[in-house]
């Protein structure tokens, strides 16, 4: 447990330094004023909504996928997946609705009175290859591919935006469910985008960090599973 504990708190310090390293190199950068101005929207390449389909296999709801829901978001960016559940969908929404490598899950409803949508699960090719299975994300969600040369820079502001409480702003609810308004939001925030060279450097920093963050993530969750297997066998012992 103690190891588990140290684990963790190491992954908050390598996320807290990502953030500073963005707000470093964006936010308090001396030549920001300079910059050009743009909008989230002009850095994706596709937008696609989820799927929820059905919990066993009916008819041709056949195709067996990894379902991400909001509440996965947190574990997702430590590379842990283990609590979303196995639904059935239709195939022919699943060419369309897949999640690929560096795509982006963003929750779309859900929140909470001190918590807003618009949270982010990045799904690194890292993450996506040991996870090891064909993903969407739910109707509550969206996925998202962002232009390469961009993705950490989107991913970076995204998540900084969200810290400082923006997306409370581009929130409504109906029946008591609270909805991001995803069109609004990266439509017209407007955001300062710096020279691509200065965002190359700021990416191979940031995916760096964020590599090492899953990794970690990789490693609790290998002890976690070796724990399950042993403290059994060793009640048993007893």
């Not at 379902?67 to 574990?75: A, K, L, V």
């Not at 799904?123 to 290859?129: A, F, P, R």
């Not at 925030?189 to 691509?196: D, F, K, L, M, R």
Request: proline share 3%; charged share 20%.
């Amino acid at each position: 447990m103690i190891f588990f504990h140290i684990i963790f708190l190491v992954n908050e310090n390598l996320a807290e330094t990502a953030h500073t390293v963005f707000v470093n190199t964006f936010i308090n950068n001396t030549d920001k004023a300079n910059w050009a101005k743009s909008c989230f929207s002009e850095y994706i390449k596709f937008s696609t909504g989820g799927d929820w389909g059905k919990e066993y296999k009916t008819g041709n709801y056949d195709k067996e996928v990894l379902c991400i829901r909001g509440t996965d978001i947190p574990n997702l960016n430590i590379g842990q997946i283990e609590a979303a559940p196995i639904r059935y969908i239709l195939n022919k929404n699943y060419e369309v609705k897949k999640v690929k490598p560096n795509d982006i899950i963003v929750e779309i409803s859900g929140g909470s009175p001190t918590q807003s949508t618009g949270r982010i699960a990045f799904v690194s090719d890292k993450v996506y290859q040991h996870i090891n299975s064909d993903i969407i994300c739910s109707n509550f969600c969206r996925t998202l591919t962002i232009k390469e040369d961009y993705l950490y820079f989107f991913i970076s502001y995204w998540n900084y935006l969200y810290r400082n409480g923006r997306m409370f702003d581009y929130e409504n609810s109906s029946t008591g469910l609270k909805n991001f308004n995803f069109s609004s939001f990266v439509t017209e925030e407007e955001i300062s985008v710096p020279p691509i060279s200065t965002i190359n450097c700021f990416s191979a920093i940031y995916k760096s960090l964020l590599d090492k963050i899953v990794e970690n993530g990789f490693e609790i969750e290998a002890l976690i599973n070796t724990q399950k297997h042993i403290l059994p066998r060793l009640m048993l012992n007893n």
